[in-house]
RNA sequence: GCUCAAGUGGCGGAAUUGGUAGACGCGUCGGAUUCAAAAUCCGAUUCUUCGGAGUGCGGGUUCGAUUCCCGCCUUGAGUACCA
C-alpha cells in the first residue's frame, strides 16, 4: 500500500502541478512588468481578443502560446517584459444578441469575457493581467473619445507635413484668408480673404473649419447595409456583401462622421519601408493604399452646346479634369469617357442625345453594385453628343459615358486610349471608335499593348521616338505650359467613414448647436452609453441612441441630461442641446489600445498613459496575430499613431515594429456515411439500374465503401428485406453478373466521438443529448468490429462539429501539453489541421522529461559530474533551441527537447548540472513542469527570470567524422574518418576502402570530390 | 485577370551560404509485460520488379539540386472595371 501512495506520489500530476503555479504566478505577481528597470525593455502583445459567447477553441490560442514563449524567453534572457492582455469588447454579436434577447450587451460581455479569462489562465499565460484594458469600460472609452476631439481639433498641414492644432489654421484665415494654405481637405473649397473669414457667422466659419478638420462631418456616399441597419467601411465588406452575415449593401448618401485617413496615405506607404513585417502583408496594406502616379490632364469642353448661355461659356469654360497614369500616350486618345454620375453630363449632352443617356444612366443606377462588380464582361455606355478639344492636336474628340469608369475613383472620367489600354479598346470596338495607334511596331489589331517598357511611342507630334518615362515627362511638362495639365499622384486609399448606427460601440463626445458639431470638453468625458429599452434603430430610421430618453447635453452643468429639457423643445435657447445618435466603429477602440497597455492602470486617469510610460515602452517589439487585420486594424492603428505623434501626444511613428501572422487552426472533421441509393451496372450489357433506400437508416463504414462484397450482401439483404418488384429480384438471383456500388451522403458527426484511429464510438453518438434520437434505430455496418469514420480538414466551426475547445485538452493531457502540441503542429505562420490523437506525442514527452528527473524512489537528480555526451545534448539542445525561439520557428525546437530527452534517458544522465539548465529551456514552453520540476530540485522561487544557459560550443567537437560517400552524387555508404586528415588523406583513404573497390567494380573514376568535414563524391 | 505564399511518406512536418532526403511525432504492423485491457517498453515503417527510383511536372546550371535559374501545372490567401 505505501509502495502504492509512493508511486502515486512520484507520477507527473499535471492537473495538480498546473494550478499550484497559475495560483502561485496570480498570488507572486510574478509577470507585472514594472515601468521603470535597470533591464533593457520588451513589449509582447497579441492581437487582443473579442469576447464571443462560444469561448475559446484551439485555434485561438496559437497566437498567444507562441507570444508567450517568446515573453518567457526574453524574461530568461534579462528583458523587462510587458506581455499585456485585454478585451476588443465592443461589437456586433453582443448587439444581436441582445435584440434578440433583450439582454444588455454589458451583461453578456462581461459573462463572456469571464469565461474567457478562465480559459486563458488554464492555458499559463504570464500575461500582466494588472493592466488589462476593455474597449468598452467607460475609463478605457474616455480615452477613444478623447483622441475623436483631438482629431477634430487638428488640420494636416502639406508645408509642414503633419497634423496641427486646428488653431493655427484659424490664425492663418483670420490674418490672410485661405489662398495660401496647403491643406489636405475636401475639394470644393472657395478662395476667401481674411477680411471675409472675419466677417462670416460663427455658423459660416465652422462650416468651413469642417473641410480641413481630421475627422469631419459630410455627406458621404456610404455602404449601406439594410440588414445590419448600418454604414459598412470598405474593409468590412467582402465580394460585395457585409463581412458579417453575408447581407447586400447599397450605396446611400448620408451625414457621416469621416476620418481624414488619406491625409497620410504617403507616410503609411513610407513607413512600410521602416517595419519588419511580412512582405505579403506590406504587399497588402500598399495595394490598398493603392499610390499611382501619373498626370491631371484638363480638356475643354468644345462649345456646340445650346444649354449653355453665351456669356456663361465666357466666363467659366465647361473642362473635364481626368487623371490618367500614361501622359506618354495623350496623342492616342480617340474619345473620353465619364462615369455616368458625373456632374457635368447633364450640361454637356446635347438634346439629340438626351433620351439616350438618361435612359443608361437610369439603367445604371438600377443596378446594384455587386452586379456591376459580377458583370465586367458587358460592354455598355452612350455618346452625350458632345466633344472636348485635344489639349495639343486640337482636334474634337467624342464624350461618351459608360459605367466601366467609377465615380468614385480619380475624377470620375479618364482619357481614352484604346491602343494602350484593354477596357478603352473593348469599348472603341464596340461602339466602332476609332483606334489610333501610337505604338512603334506594335500590333494592336487584336489587343490593346498595354506594357509600358520596351517600346517607342509613334504619331505623336513631339514625343515621337520616346520611351514612356521620356514621353511623359514631356508630355507633363508641356501640359503644364499650356496650362492644361500637371504631374499628379492618386491613391486609392479613401477617407474611412467612422460613424456606426449601433447601440454597442463608443458614444461620440458631440452634441449640436444649430446643427454644427461641438466637441464636450475633456473634463467631462467619459460620455457613457445611455440605457434604451430596445437596441433597434428608431421607427423613424435613427440609430439606437435615438432611443434613449436621458441623452442631451447641458452645457450650463455640463452633463447629460434628459431630451425633454431640448432647447428645440422649449423653443428657446437654454443651453440643452441634442447628442450625437451614432456610435464609433470597432476599429475605434483597436487603434490605440496598445499604448494603453503602457501605463498602470492606476495611473490611467489624468493623460492615457504618462510621458514616461510612453517613452519607456516606445512601440510594439513584437506583434502577433491574425492576418485578417491586414487592412483594417493594423492600417488604423498607424494612422492614429502617425497623428498621435504629429501632435506629440506620443514619441513614436509606427506602432508595431515587428508583426507575425500565425496561420489558422483548421479542423479535421469526421463523417459517417448513409446509404442512399445502389446503382447495379450489368457487366454484360451495360444496363443501369438505380435503385432507392432514401429512407434507410444504414451508416456504413468508410473502410468498405468500395468493397463490392459487402456492397452485394447489403443490397441482396436490403432487397429481400423491403419486398421490392422483379426487377430486383433478377438482379439479387444473378448477382455475379452485376458490379453493385453504394451511393451514400456524409453527416458530419462531433469529432469528440471519434478516436486516434478514426474508429467511431456508436455508443456515445446513440447517447448523445442533441442527436442520439436520430441514431437511436440506425444500423452500423462495421468491418472487423469498427466503425471507421472519413475525414476532411475543414475550417473549425460549430456547424461543422469539428471545433475541439481546450478546456477538454487541458483536462485530460494539461496545459503543457496543450502548448507544446499547437507548436508542434507545425510552422506558426502555416494553416494546419488539428488532429487530437497526435498530442499522446508530446504528452508521452513530458511524462518521460518528468521520469528523467523524477523516478519512483524520488529525485533521480545528483551532483554527479555530467559526462561528455550528457554536456553535449545539453550544448547542441541550447542551440538549436535559442536560433529557433529567435527565428520563431517552435516546432523545431518541441522535436529538440524530444530528441534531448531520449538522449539524456538513454545515457542515464542524472546530473544536475546538465538537468537544471535544461528546465530553464523548456520552461517558456512547458512553463508548469518546468517550475515544478525546479523547485523539487530545491530552488526557491520561480524559474521565470532565470538566465537562459549559455552555449558552449567546445561541448560540441567532434574527433571523427562519420563521411558519406556518394557515387555520382548518390549516397551508397558511409566512412568514419578522423575530423583532422587532409584532403589528401580522406582521397587515400575512401578509395583504398573495401566497400569503394566493390561498387567501383574495377572502374577509374574520373573526379573524386572531396569536401573536409562533409562529404565525398566518387564521379565516373 | 493581378499580387503574394505554398506543393516532400498513410498524416503533421524536418533538412536550404547547394553536400547522407524523410529528423521529431501521429498512425500502422510485429513483439514484451498482463488473466485481459489501459498504461509502459522494444523493433519495423518512402516506393521497389531488389537493379534501382524518388521532394508537383518539363528543362537547365553543377562533381553534387528539396535548395539556384527558365517554362508550366495545382492549391491556398488577398485584391479587382483604380484609368
Known amino acids: 500500500m505505501n509502495r502504492l501512495i509512493k508511486r502515486y506520489k512520484m507520477q507527473y500530476h499535471f492537473n495538480e502541478i498546473e494550478a499550484k503555479w497559475q495560483k502561485y504566478w496570480a498570488e507572486n505577481q510574478t509577470f507585472k512588468a514594472s515601468n521603470t528597470s535597470e533591464k533593457p525593455k520588451y513589449y509582447v502583445l497579441d492581437m487582443f481578443p473579442y469576447p464571443s459567447g462560444a469561448g475559446l477553441h484551439v485555434g485561438h490560442p496559437l497566437g498567444y502560446i507562441a507570444s508567450d514563449i517568446y515573453a518567457r524567453y526574453k524574461r530568461h534572457k534579462g528583458f523587462n517584459v510587458l506581455h499585456p492582455q485585454g478585451y476588443d469588447s465592443f461589437g456586433l454579436p453582443a448587439e444581436q444578441y441582445a435584440i434578440q434577447t433583450g439582454q444588455h450587451p454589458a451583461v453578456t460581455t462581461e459573462t463572456n469575457i469571464k469565461t474567457y479569462r478562465r480559459q486563458l489562465d488554464q492555458i499559463g499565460f504570464s500575461f500582466d493581467w494588472s493592466r488589462e484594458v476593455r474597449t468598452s469600460s467607460p475609463e478605457y472609452y474616455k480615452w477613444t473619445q478623447w483622441i475623436f476631439i483631438q482629431l477634430f481639433e487638428s488640420w494636416y498641414n502639406n508645408e509642414s507635413n503633419k497634423a496641427e492644432e486646428i488653431s493655427s489654421l484659424i490664425a492663418v484665415f483670420a490674418s490672410e484668408g485661405n489662398a495660401n494654405v496647403n491643406a489636405v481637405c475636401d475639394d470644393n473649397i472657395e478662395v476667401f480673404t481674411a477680411e471675409a473669414w472675419n466677417n462670416f457667422s460663427q455658423k459660416e466659419q465652422e462650416e468651413i473649419l469642417l473641410k480641413y478638420r481630421l475627422t469631419y462631418l459630410a455627406e458621404t456616399e456610404v455602404n449601406w447595409c439594410p440588414a445590419l441597419g448600418t454604414v459598412l467601411a470598405n474593409d468590412e465588406i467582402v465580394n460585395g456583401v457585409s463581412e458579417r452575415g453575408g447581407h447586400p449593401v447599397l450605396r446611400k448618401k448620408m451625414t457621416q462622421w469621416s476620418m481624414r485617413i488619406s491625409a497620410y496615405a504617403e507616410r503609411l506607404l513610407q513607413g512600410l519601408d521602416t517595419i519588419d513585417w511580412t512582405d505579403s502583408l506590406k504587399e497588402s496594406q500598399r495595394n490598398w493604399i493603392g499610390k499611382s502616379v501619373g498626370a491631371s490632364v484638363t480638356f475643354n469642353v468644345l462649345d456646340n452646346n445650346e444649354n449653355k448661355s453665351h456669356a456663361e461659356l465666357v466666363e467659366a469654360p465647361q473642362q473635364i479634369e481626368v487623371f490618367t497614369t500614361r501622359p506618354d500616350t495623350i496623342f492616342g486618345v480617340s ?271 489624468e493623460d492615457f498613459a504618462s510621458e514616461d510610460a510612453l517613452n519607456y515602452w516606445e512601440n510594439v517589439d513584437l506583434y502577433i496575430g491574425g492576418s485578417e487585420h491586414a487592412t483594417g486594424h493594423l492600417l488604423y492603428s498607424r494612422f492614429w499613431t502617425k497623428f498621435l505623434k504629429d501632435r506629440a501626444f506620443v514619441g513614436v511613428d509606427e506602432p508595431f515594429k515587428k508583426l507575425i501572422n500565425q496561420g489558422m487552426i483548421l479542423g479535421t472533421s469526421a463523417f459517417i456515411y448513409r446509404v442512399s441509393d445502389f446503382i447495379c451496372t450489368s457487366k454484360t450489357e451495360g444496363q443501369i439500374i438505380k435503385v432507392n433506400f432514401l429512407n434507410s437508416l444504414i451508416y456504413i463504414s468508410s473502410s468498405v465503401l468500395d468493397n463490392q462484397e459487402v456492397a452485394k450482401n447489403l443490397f441482396i439483404k436490403e432487397v429481400n428485406k423491403s419486398n421490392r418488384d422483379d426487377d430486383f429480384k433478377t438482379v439479387v438471383s444473378n448477382i455475379n453478373d452485376f458490379d453493385i456500388s453504394i451511393n451514400v451522403s456524409a453527416i458530419h458527426v462531433k469529432v469528440q466521438y471519434v478516436n486516434a484511429s478514426d474508429e467511431l464510438d456508436i455508443e456515445s453518438l446513440k447517447s448523445d443529448a442533441e442527436f442520439g434520437a436520430d441514431y437511436k434505430d440506425a444500423e452500423f455496418l462495421l468491418e472487423n468490429g469498427v466503425y471507421k469514420v472519413g475525414r476532411e480538414v475543414e475550417k473549425m466551426s460549430k456547424s461543422k462539429y469539428n471545433v475541439v475547445s481546450p478546456d477538454a485538452i487541458c483536462e485530460q493531457y494539461g496545459a503543457d501539453s496543450l502548448r507544446l502540441y499547437e507548436m508542434f503542429l507545425g510552422p506558426l505562420e502555416q494553416a494546419k489541421p488539428w488532429n487530437t490523437a497526435g498530442i499522446t506525442g508530446v504528452h508521452g514527452f513530458l511524462k518521460k522529461l518528468w521520469k528523467l528527473y523524477v523516478g519512483e524512489n524520488g529525485l533521480n537528480v545528483t551532483d554527479v559530474a555530467a559526462t561528455k555526451d550528457n554536456l553535449k545534448t545539453l550544448h547542441k539542445t541550447i542551440k538549436k533551441v535559442e536560433e529557433d525561439i529567435e527565428n520563431f520557428s517552435f516546432n523545431t525546437s518541441v522535436s529538440t527537447f524530444m530528441i534531448a530527452v531520449n538522449e539524456l534517458t538513454a545515457q542515464k544522465c542524472t546530473s544536475k548540472e546538465v538537468l537544471e539548465p535544461l528546465l530553464a529551456l523548456v520552461s517558456p514552453y512547458a512553463p508548469h513542469i518546468a517550475e515544478e520540476l525546479y523547485s523539487q530540485l530545491g530552488n526557491e522561487g520561480s524559474i521565470a527570470t532565470v538566465a537562459f544557459p549559455k552555449f558552449d560550443a567546445s561541448h560540441l567537437v567532434e574527433s571523427s567524422k562519420n563521411y558519406p560517400i556518394s557515387f555520382n552524387g548518390k549516397m551508397r555508404f558511409t566512412i568514419e574518418l578522423p575530423m583532422d586528415l587532409s584532403k589528401d588523406e580522406i582521397e587515400k583513404a575512401v578509395m583504398s576502402n573495401e566497400k569503394t573497390i566493390a561498387q567501383l567494380e574495377g572502374r577509374t573514376p574520373k573526379k573524386v570530390i572531396v569536401v573536409p568535414g562533409k562529404i565525398v563524391n566518387i564521379v565516373g
Open 335 to 605: 474619345f473620353m469617357t465619364l462615369a455616368p454620375e458625373h456632374e457635368l453630363v447633364s450640361q454637356i449632352t446635347t438634346p439629340e442625345q438626351k433620351a439616350e443617356v438618361d435612359a443608361y444612366i437610369l439603367a445604371t443606377a438600377k443596378r446594384s453594385e455587386r452586379d456591376r462588380m459580377a458583370d465586367v464582361k458587358t460592354i455598355s455606355g452612350a455618346f452625350t453628343g458632345a466633344y472636348a478639344e485635344h489639349p495639343f492636336s486640337k482636334e474634337p474628340i467624342p464624350i461618351w459615358i459608360g459605367d466601366y469608369v467609377l465615380a468614385g475613383y480619380g475624377t470620375g472620367a479618364v482619357m481614352s486610349v484604346p491602343c494602350g489600354d484593354q477596357r478603352d479598346y473593348d469599348f472603341a470596338k464596340h461602339f466602332n471608335i476609332a483606334i489610333p495607334n501610337i505604338f512603334e511596331g506594335v500590333d494592336i489589331s487584336e489587343e490593346a499593348y498595354a506594357a509600358k517598357d520596351n517600346v517607342k511611342i509613334a504619331n505623336s507630334d513631339f514625343l515621337n521616338g520616346m520611351n514612356y518615362k521620356k514621353a511623359s515627362k514631356r508630355a507633363i511638362y508641356d501640359l503644364e505650359q499650356l496650362g492644361q495639365g500637371e504631374g499628379k499622384t492618386n491613391y486609392r486609399l479613401r477617407d474611412a467613414v467612422f460613424s456606426r448606427q449601433r447601440y454597442w460601440g463608443e458614444p461620440f463626445p458631440v452634441y449640436y448647436v444649430n446643427g454644427m458639431p461641438q466637441m464636450i470638453d475633456k473634463a467631462h468625458l467619459p460620455i457613457t452609453l445611455p440605457e434604451v429599452e430596445k437596441y433597434l434603430p428608431t421607427e423613424t430610421g435613427e440609430p439606437p441612441l435615438g432611443r434613449a430618453d436621458v441623452w442631451a447635453w447641458d452645457t450650463v452643468n455640463n452633463k447629460v441630461v434628459s431630451n425633454v429639457n431640448l432647447s428645440a423643445v422649449e423653443g428657446e435657447d437654454n443651453g440643452i442641446y441634442p447628442l450625437e445618435l451614432n456610435t464609433m466603429p470597432g476599429w475605434a477602440g483597436s487603434s490605440w489600445y496598445f499604448f494603453s497597455y503602457m501605463e498602470e492602470k492606476a495611473k490611467r486617469g
